[in-house]
């Protein structure tokens, strides 16, 4: 049965599995970069192959391929351009307000990363958002036949 009203809670299940995407993949403290790829590109020790590691870089692959599918087509370019905008403002607003600071490097890295995960939750929800707002469904063309 689908789920004809999109609530908060959607959202933040989405948001919750592009943290999850985005922080596996990469961050400051410990990640798959530095796991996996880190001793293949010389910026950490470990060993340099393993089948587990290819495999969850699979997984990875495939979820970002989902995520930034998705995003892409929900948002557009000029939608992407104002998520974008949206939370580099937002940063700089934060930062100019002393809210945050730049006296720890890792601050922008953690930043970009959230933005990041922001930007394909929005993406991953925008066709339901946008139905709620607007009215309007979104299709895609998925027969080609001419009737």
Do not use: C
């Not at 959202?11 to 798959?32: E, G, Q």
């Not at 796991?35 to 020790?45: C, K, N, Q, R, S």
């Not at 974008?84 to 890792?106: T, Y």
């Not at 601050?107 to 930007?119: C, E, K, P, S």
């Amino acid at each position: 049965m689908a789920v004809s009203r999109f609530k908060t809670q959607h959202f933040l299940i989405r948001l919750v599995a592009a943290l999850v995407l985005v922080f596996i993949t990469y961050n400051p403290v410990y990640s798959y970069y530095e796991w996996a790829l880190g001793p293949l590109l010389g910026t950490a020790e470990g060993t340099s192959f393993s089948v587990l590691k290819a495999f969850i870089g699979l997984v990875l692959i495939i979820g970002w391929a989902i995520f930034i599918r998705a995003t892409q087509r929900s948002l557009g370019a000029f939608g992407l351009a104002l998520a974008a905008a949206f939370f580099v403002l937002l940063f700089w607003l934060l930062f100019d307000q002393g809210i945050l600071s730049l006296e720890k490097p890792d601050v922008i890295t953690w930043l970009v990363l959230i933005a990041v995960a922001g930007i394909m939750a929005v993406g991953m929800s925008w066709s339901h958002i946008r139905r709620r707002m607007s009215g309007q469904l979104d299709v895609d063309e998925t027969d080609d036949r001419a009737d």
